[in-house]
């Protein structure tokens, strides 16, 4: 059997357009719930969506990035990795569910099925999370063409679930958790049988790396910097959200989410670009001139795909939300377009940080998105009372400029 290795353009282009098209069946979703929710419920909603996106990434423990990064290299070895880790996300699992399920209900309240409605959703996002050790060795291994059937069934069997639940039952919270467990629980199904059979056919010993043969301590050590990392990645585009949940109200969220809606459309081939960076780059990240000469490339083609992304977005972005949300488009157009900014900085902030990831000191890569949050945390604290989802805007877009200098700054130093 042939063998694939990883190809930015190629690999870039399948998880971009599986996510698009994901995105895109999920506004046609929050469309169906913004019309099926009232009295504020469609704001606890998205705030216990995002509050579970957050917990459940800490059983992460940063291990799919070490498979992202090592499996191509580690050869039959790499069948180890996946299997140990998958095993330690495992039992970090439970004692977070049981946590967050209360954590969340207490938040929003309303009631006993709410705190049912708040259990499932927690499962569904760990379950979500543990599809990705599989999903890491298929993109590692040159399959990103399987991971973007992963990721769109995950998306897809949930929009179909709510769009039925809200068809027959309306805007039950429990039913309609149920459905978004439905994605999760397909698609781990699909990454495992996948992954399984692709990490069997590889044969060959591959190199002694840092992540061969490890016992789970060490393995949970080297995945630290990745798990704070990953969990960053998540906190980075919901912290405002939050935010306006604690300082402001569930309208205020809503207003805000519709906006995020455009902005996360475009966020999707950010996404798809690190993701196939970090094992593009993880193939050579021992030979300097090799990883030069890929970096520069990469630096080259963001310059076009920043262009492009800016025009769309302005004019297809501004169109959607007046199209498909005629009730929040007065109030969310201008934050989008703030969002627009946020969204430039970001993209450009992906090939210095990347070539930070798979550096020797992975820690600083977390460390700068941290810090990026914190700015943004702080600016949104500042301005999120007096001038609430407009505040929140310019939160975002001051910290993904720092990260942006960060990045730059340390990557070229």
């Not at 499996?71 to 996300?89: D, P, T």
């Not at 081939?269 to 970096?295: F, N």
């Not at 501004?318 to 627009?340: K, Q, T």
Request: aromatic share 10%; hydrophobic share 55%.
């Amino acid at each position: 059997m042939l063998s694939r290795h990883v190809r930015l353009e190629r690999d870039t282009i399948w998880l971009s357009f599986a996510d698009i098209i994901a995105l895109l069946v999920g506004i046609a979703v929050h469309v169906v719930l913004t019309q099926a929710f009232s009295n504020g419920d469609y704001g606890r909603w998205i705030l216990l969506l995002d509050l579970y996106y957050v917990l459940s990434t800490i059983i992460d423990l940063g291990l799919p990035t070490l498979i992202g990064r090592d499996s191509e290299r580690l050869g039959k070895h790499a069948h180890q990795l996946v299997s140990q880790s998958l095993n330690l996300q495992s039992k970090f699992a439970i004692p977070i569910i049981l946590l967050a399920g209360f954590i969340g209900w207490f938040w929003v309240g309303n009631g006993i099925d709410w705190l049912v409605a708040s259990f499932i959703l927690i499962i569904s996002a760990c379950t979500q999370i543990l599809t990705y050790a599989h999903r890491a060795a298929l993109r590692s291994l040159g399959e990103s063409r399987q991971e973007a059937l992963v990721r769109f069934v995950d998306r897809g069997a949930t929009a179909i679930g709510i769009v039925i639940v809200v068809w027959l039952l309306g805007a039950s919270p429990i039913p309609l958790a149920l459905a978004t467990f439905m994605g999760p629980m397909v698609a781990i199904i699909i990454a495992i049988n996948l992954g399984e059979k692709k990490l069997e056919d590889s044969t060959n010993n591959g190199l002694c790396l840092e992540t061969k043969n490890v016992s789970d301590q060490q393995l949970m050590k080297l995945g630290f910097p990745f798990l704070m990392a990953a969990i960053a990645l998540v906190v980075n585009i919901r912290v405002e959200k939050i935010l306006l949940g604690v300082i402001a109200t569930p309208n205020a969220v809503e207003t805000f989410q519709i906006a995020w809606l455009a902005f996360i459309a475009g966020y999707a081939l950010i996404l798809s670009i690190r993701a196939v960076m970090l094992s593009w780059y993880g193939e050579v990240r021992h030979d300097y001139s090799r990883l030069m000469v890929r970096r520069k490339r990469a630096r080259i083609l963001l310059i076009p795909a920043a262009v492009i992304g800016i025009l769309i977005g302005y004019s297809l972005g501004r169109f959607s939300i007046g199209w498909i949300f005629p009730d929040y488009a007065n109030e969310s157009s201008p934050v989008f377009m703030i969002l627009l900014v946020s969204w430039l900085f970001a993209l450009l902030a992906s090939e210095p940080l990347t070539a930070i990831q798979i550096g020797k000191k992975p820690s600083v890569y977390a460390g700068i998105l941290w810090l990026g949050i914190l700015i943004d945390a702080v600016i949104c604290i500042i301005l999120i009372p007096s001038t609430g989802v407009f505040g929140a805007a310019i939160g975002s877009a001051f910290g993904t400029v720092s990260v942006l200098g960060l990045a730059i700054g340390w990557a070229e130093s």
